[in-house]
């Protein structure tokens, strides 16, 4: 029950935001939107018991596409980002949100919970994941790094500045 | 156990406000941003059926998609850049050269 609750919650958080992304006028709200719905989905997958997919997702998606998509947005118009006054209450905010954050953390750590019983399917599908990764799907894998490392190169080729002489 | 249903209306949902957002939006910032929204709402669809299904296929093929994800946002924003290098704008609209 309590599952879906948290479903129904990340469900409606991820619903809300991808429609603010599409609305803004301003992009970089939208980015800011765009995290919001990512994050989200990451919640949902946990939700779903897709451990690894949600962290992948958090640390893919909300550690590299958003990073790119904020620096792409401030490199191109650099002139229309001016620095605002921030009043007290944000802040203050800023700094107990991973103030917060912190001593929760090193209150879940230090606090001594109880282990799973031995022999306890927590991490199973996890071992199957893997194994399934690396011998019905290691031709797709081994295919994605050459994917990989062809976007690399071919990113770097299109961005690139023309030199100076080149009469384009 | 979350209803079968519930994930693919969510997926669904999740893909038809990305697919509203690249076919009405101008910006190409926020056209890339939808595509994202997109593959986002077929990845909890393969999360949900790899839920239900109990097998982690589903997670496996979310994965690759993740991947194209970051491929396509890469490369995508190269284009960005250079396009508006040329023409100094996100709009797509001056995207006419080749009309003929």
Known sequence: ?168 | MIPINAVFGLGLALFFIGLFGVLFRKNLVIMLMCLELLLNGVNIIFAGLSHALRTPRGSIFALFVILMAVSEAAVGFALVLSFFRSKKTYDVDEMNELKG
Request: hydrophobic content about 60%.
């Open chain 1, 1 to 168: 029950m309590i599952t879906v609750l948290v479903f129904a919650f990340f469900a409606a958080a991820a619903l809300a935001s991808a429609v603010l992304v599409v609305v803004q006028k301003n992009a970089m709200h939208s980015v800011l939107y765009l995290a919001f719905t990512v994050l989200a989905t990451g919640g949902v997958f946990l939700c779903l018991q897709a451990e690894y997919l949600a962290a992948i997702q958090v640390l893919v998606y909300g550690g590299g596409i958003v990073v790119l998509y904020i620096f792409v947005i401030v490199i191109v118009n650099l002139q229309e980002i001016k620095a605002e006054k921030r009043k007290m209450f944000p802040k203050l905010f800023i700094f107990a949100l991973p103030a917060l954050l912190f001593v929760q953390i090193v209150n879940v750590l230090f606090t001594n919970r109880a282990t799973p019983p031995a022999g306890s399917e927590a991490g199973l599908e996890f071992k199957t994941l893997a194994e399934m990764l690396f011998s019905s799907y290691i031709v797709p894998f081994e295919l994605a790094s050459i994917l990989l490392l062809a976007v690399l190169i071919g990113a770097v080729i299109i961005a690139r500045r023309r030199l100076v002489n080149d009469p384009d």
